[in-house]
Structures are given as C-alpha cells and as structure tokens.
C-alpha cells in the first residue's frame, strides 16, 4: 500500500507538496505553510496511520471529514475564482499518495504531444508547467509552421467541474477502475484522497494546492491522448485547459471541434463555446498591449522619466478598457517595478500606481513589493491611506476576501490605521486570510472595530475540519480570539496538538510573496 513511512522521490518531494505546494500563491505573504516543516516526519507518520484505517473499509475511525478553507480571487471583471486550501491532515494524505505514483504519473504525462503544462519539480513550488507562460507562444509559432487554420477552446470551468471519478479513469481506463473495489490502484485513492479533502464531494477539485496541478494534468493528458487517437498527425499545444491546434483545412478544424468535444465528454467535462474559434493564420502570438507596453522605455533621467510614466501609464489606462480581462495595469506597474524612478518623480509615480489599483487591485502584491523598494521616497501616506480604505469599504460588502487581504496587508507594511468605520465593514467579511491580517493589525494598534463577532463563532474543535480550520487554529494559537465554550479544543484535537507541539503556525511574517502564480 503506498501509504507507508516517509516517502520521497528525486523527482518531487512531500516536503515541497507540504511546504510551498501547499497554499495558493496568491494570498498575501505572511499566510503560508513553511513552519510545517518541522512537523513532517510526526505528521507523515500520523497521517499514514489514519489513511491505513480509511483504506480497511471498516467501521473504524479513518479520516475525519474535513472541508477546505476557501478564498475568493478576481479571475476577471465581474467574476470571481475560489481558492482552496484543503485541511493540512488529508492534504499531506494526498501529497504522499502523489509522491509515492510519481513515476507513474510522470509516464501518463509523457502520451501527451501537445502538453506544455505537464508538471516538473520546481525551486519555487512544489511542481511547475515544463514550459513556462512567457515561452509558450515560442512553441505555438513552431507547431503552426504549414497551418492555415488555427482552432482556439478551451474546457468549461476546468478544475470546479472535473468528476473526482474521473481521475482513475484517466489514469487506468473506466473498466479497470471500476473492477477495483479495493483502492489497489493508484488513480482510485487519488480519488479517494481528493474527495476526502472536500467534504467528499466528487465535482470539483480544489483549485490553489500544486496536488490539484497534478490531478489536473491527468485529465487533460487523458483528453489529449482520446484527440490524437482521431488525429494522429495532430500539431498544436494545450496549456493546462487552453488548447491552440493548427490545421492546413477548414473542414480539418471543423471536425476537430466535434472530436474535441467527444474526447471531453468522455471525462463528463465540455467546451467552452463560448470561447471556442476558428481563426485563419497568420494570427498573434500575444496580446497587442503586451508587444507595445513591453517596447517602453522608462528612462533614469528626471525629466525624461516623467514623460515615461506618462506614456507608460497613459497607454496602459487605454488598453485595460479594450481589454478588460488582461491584466494590463499590473503589467504597466510591473515595469515600474523593473525601473528606477528617482526621488523627484516618486510623488508622480506613486499618483498613477494609485489610480491604477483602484481600477485593477490585484497588482496590490507588485504595489506592496514597489513600496518596499521605494520606502525612503516616501513620505506622506494620505493618497495610500485612502486607496485602502476605499478598496476595503468597496470589496469587503462584496465578501471579496483577496482584494480585501492585500489592501490590510499593504497597511501593515506601511504602518496605516484603519478607522472603525472601514474596520465595521471588514469584520463583516467572512474570510479567514482577512480575520488573520485584521486580528494582527488590531494587535498593533491599526484596526478598529465594533467587534469580531463574525469570526468568534468559528473558535470551536468542529471547525478544526470544516472550512474555517485555518481561523479556529491560528485564531487559538496567536491568542486574537478566544474559544467559543472555553475549552482548549487544539490541545484536545490529537492532530492539531501535534502540529502545536510542533511549533506549526500558518500566519507569520517575514514572507516574501511567490513571484508569479500558476496559471489556473
């Protein structure tokens, strides 16, 4: 069974899956899993215990239900994505169960010729795409060579629609897993597994860990493997769920939509119509803002740099109106970033880096990392004060928990208070990543509130394995909010007790932020 002692690969390893695999990369720094390290070997041997028990099919106690936390994120203008973040027991469960398939899996992702996004161990994550986002317009330029067509789909709703079942059957066949009754086969406990994670439910995956990267690449290699087999001379790339496939006719393109469509169906997952085109080629490799704002020059001369950032900025407001699901102004403050602004156009620079993050928060993580960088220009900290407020006052009604986040988080580092009346707003939010970054400000002094009454509820040992374990552990832990009835839950919980024995907190400091998220 593969759920014995501690297991590692030279390929990937479980501390990476437990480590910086764990949580979604895009909630702010000082929420992480790095201190769990020291609790790995405790952890894993607890952990497989438990799954033994699962795994017996018997009356016994096996792994508690559990549900994730779960953290709203802008995907595009008026829509929104949830990150997961799986409870850490049956999380190092399926981390362990992914390590011991490794090359297993690592064999089913090579029957794909089209992947670009098949998994490899990464210095930043646990695991990242073989071919990185800024290189992959490389190889769609090479794979179009004598096309004329270019057909564009992608699936619907990848990750929150894929059937847990499907997971064997991608991995072994429907029949084979279907006659498996015993988990014997590796597909079926990472179904299992995922399924545990989520309140058993069997539609969706977690969308944030880099366990759900894997399981996702399953499926479409799967996908890829049930194309090519009804064209075998097929040329073009697939990154995660994004297809790009090149054909000499338009009757070719036509009847590989239906074959695209079939081979999905095959894994209960569709095609986004939507978003499904047949574009004659030549056809751009990028976005036309991308081209232009990348060809700009920000000069280290005061006059001439003012007139940069003018045009710079100038350019990015247009194009982030005609293309209002890129991220075009982080992009812009990215170069700014890159730059170096001299002392006198800080004020200037700072004045359009503020106005862009009105219109587009999530460049809120590059303004925090320029703000670092620029710390000794700044002075005054009322045009910065009002940026937070305003994004907290607008997104926290909205329960849109990361623009919420990264707003206090920018706060903390700039030592800014927030005033009772945006504090109100924001303990109204129902978000663990906002409670901790809320509760840590109030400690020091810079976030007023009637109350914490929203959060207060969720101190309780029910709530260790539902989807505010996060709060109920780190809430005890730091001491922000009391138990609900008084009682010690963690040091009564046998595997929470453990990870504080251990010294694990998942709230800290001293964090730097991953330097691009994977591309879900």
């Known amino acids: 069974m593969a759920m014995s002692g501690t297991l590692a690969s030279p390929e990937v390893t479980i501390e990476d899956f437990l480590t910086r695999g764990y949580f979604p990369d895009r909630v702010i720094p000082p929420v992480n899993s790095l201190s769990i390290q020291q609790a790995i070997p405790e952890?894993?041997?607890?952990?497989?215990?438990?799954?033994?028990?699962?795994?017996?099919?018997?009356?016994?106690?096996?792994?508690?239900?559990?549900?994730?936390?779960?953290?709203?994120?802008?995907?595009?203008?008026?829509?929104?994505?949830?990150?997961?973040?799986?409870?850490?027991?049956?999380?190092?469960i399926l981390a362990t169960e992914i390590v011991a398939d490794w090359e297993t899996l690592v064999a089913h992702f090579a029957k794909s010729p089209l992947s670009l996004?098949?998994?490899?161990?990464?210095?930043?994550?646990?695991?990242?795409?073989?071919?990185?986002?800024?290189?992959?317009a490389e190889y769609r330029a090479r794979r179009s060579v004598g096309a004329r067509y270019l057909l564009k789909a992608d699936i619907a709703a990848f990750y929150p629609s894929i059937y847990t079942h499907s997971i064997p059957w991608a991995l072994h066949t429907k029949a084979q897993a279907r006659a498996d009754k015993k988990y014997n086969l590796p597909g079926n406990r990472l179904d299992l597994w995922v399924r545990e994670s989520q309140?058993?439910?069997?539609?969706?995956?977690?969308?944030?860990?880099?366990?759900?990267?894997?399981?996702?690449?399953?499926?479409g290699t799967a996908i890829d493997a049930s194309l090519v087999s009804k064209f075998p001379s097929l040329r073009g790339t697939r990154s995660i769920d994004?297809?790009?496939?090149?054909?000499?006719?338009?009757?070719?393109?036509?009847?590989?939509?239906?074959?695209?469509?079939?081979?999905?169906?095959?894994?209960?997952?569709?095609?986004?119509?939507?978003?499904?085109?047949?574009?004659?080629?030549?056809?751009?490799?990028?976005?036309?803002?991308?081209?232009?704002?990348?060809?700009?020059?920000?000069?280290?001369?005061?006059?001439?740099?003012?007139?940069?950032?003018?045009?710079?900025?100038?350019r990015a407001f247009e194009y982030?109106?005609?293309?209002?699901?890129?991220?075009?102004?982080?992009?812009?403050?990215?170069?700014?970033?890159?730059?170096?602004?001299?002392?006198?156009?800080?004020?200037?620079?700072?004045?359009?880096?503020?106005?862009?993050?009105?219109?587009?928060?999530?460049m809120i993580s590059v303004l925090s990392e320029i703000y670092l960088k620029y710390g000794t220009f700044h002075k005054d900290s009322s045009q910065l004060s009002m940026l937070i407020n305003n994004l907290c006052s607008y997104h926290a009604p909205l329960q849109q928990g990361n623009e919420v986040s990264w707003a206090l988080w920018l706060a903390k580092q700039m030592n800014i208070a927030i005033p009772k009346s945006v504090g109100d707003k924001v303990a109204?939010?129902?978000?663990?990543?906002?409670?901790?970054?809320?509760?840590?400000?109030?400690?020091?002094?810079?976030?007023?509130?009637?109350?914490?009454?929203?959060?207060?509820?969720?101190?309780?040992?029910?709530?260790?394995?539902?989807?505010?374990?996060?709060?109920?552990?780190?809430?005890?832990?730091?001491?922000?909010?009391p138990p609900t009835n008084g009682t010690d839950y963690v040091a009564n919980d046998e595997f929470f007790s453990m990870l504080r024995s251990n010294g694990v907190r998942f709230y800290g400091e001293g964090v730097a932020p991953t330097s691009s998220f994977f591309p879900y």
């Not at 161990?121 to 800024?134: D, Q």
């Not at 890159?338 to 880096?353: M, Q, R």
């Open 43 to 92: 952890l894993l041997a607890y952990a497989a215990n438990r799954a033994k028990e699962t795994l017996k099919l018997t009356q016994e106690p096996g792994i508690p239900r559990s549900r994730p936390v779960i953290h709203s994120v802008p995907k595009r203008k008026h829509l929104r994505r949830l990150l997961s973040i799986p409870n850490p027991l049956i999380h190092s």
């Open 117 to 136: 996004s098949s998994p490899i161990p990464s210095s930043t994550r646990a695991v990242e795409s073989t071919v990185k986002l800024n290189d992959q």
């Open 199 to 219: 309140d058993k439910q069997t539609h969706g995956i977690p969308i944030g860990p880099d366990t759900s990267t894997v399981i996702g690449e399953l499926i």
């Open 242 to 314: 994004d297809y790009h496939l090149y054909f000499a006719t338009l009757s070719e393109a036509e009847t590989a939509i239906a074959a695209l469509h079939e081979a999905a169906r095959e894994f209960d997952l569709a095609i986004n119509d939507v978003k499904t085109e047949i574009v004659p080629l030549p056809d751009p490799l990028e976005p036309r803002w991308k081209s232009d704002l990348r060809g700009l020059e920000i000069r280290d001369a005061a006059g001439p740099q003012s007139t940069d950032l003018l045009t710079l900025f100038d």
């Open 320 to 362: 982030s109106r005609q293309f209002p699901t890129d991220s075009v102004l982080t992009y812009a403050a990215k170069q700014t970033l890159s730059a170096e602004i001299v002392e006198a156009n800080w004020p200037f620079c700072e004045a359009l880096l503020l106005k862009a993050a009105l219109t587009e928060p999530t």
């Open 428 to 481: 109204r939010l129902d978000d663990d990543i906002v409670a901790l970054i809320s509760l840590d400000l109030s400690e020091q002094g810079l976030f007023t509130s009637s109350g914490f009454t929203r959060w207060r509820i969720h101190m309780n040992a029910t709530e260790l394995y539902d989807n505010h374990w996060l709060l109920a552990y780190e809430g005890l832990e730091h001491g922000w909010l």
